[in-house]
């Protein structure tokens, strides 16, 4: 089953009007609320357990510190998460531009770009690096 052009088009717009607006909300919760003094963020389950840091241990604190504009002190909480932030925002323009530009052809055909195989393979393995280096320092 092929989607309306129109369709798909109006989804986007809708998906675009809903992101941005919530990047924004949590970029200013960050900012208002930085994870220093709040409590209400939630600790890391894996940390807790095994006393251990994960991939994603110190991100919102990067991310706080990002809105904050200390990009030095973001990459020391969480550089993975820092360098991966452009390019997941240039994958959700190119599945946006995809939906509102590229003809669909078939039912089957996804909206979201086509992430290879190796590239996942890729991010895999510099997540698990970056989680043993990051525990050994």
């Known amino acids: 089953m092929t989607t ?3 369709n798909r088009r109006r ?3 809708l998906a675009l009007a809903a992101v941005v607006p919530g990047t924004v909300a949590v970029a ?3 900012y208002r609320f930085p994870p220093e003094t709040a409590s209400f963020y939630p600790q ?3 940390r807790a357990l095994t006393g251990l840091l994960c991939p994603g241990c110190g991100a919102t604190r990067a991310l706080a510190a990002l ?3 200390h990009l030095a002190e973001a990459l020391r909480l969480n550089g993975l998460v820092v360098m991966l932030l452009p390019i997941l925002a240039a994958y959700g323009l190119a599945a946006y531009w995809r939906a509102i530009s590229v ?3 078939s039912g089957t055909q996804s909206l979201w770009p086509r992430i290879p ?4 393979v890729a991010l895999l393995a510099v997540t698990l690096v970056f989680a043993i280096a990051r525990n050994l320092a």
Do not use: E, M, T, Y
């Open 4 to 6: 309306n052009p129109i």
């Open 11 to 13: 989804q986007a717009h």
């Open 28 to 30: 200013a919760v960050l």
């Open 44 to 46: 890391c389950p894996f």
């Open 67 to 69: 809105v904050h504009g």
């Open 103 to 105: 003809p669909q052809r």
């Open 117 to 120: 195989n190796p590239a996942i």
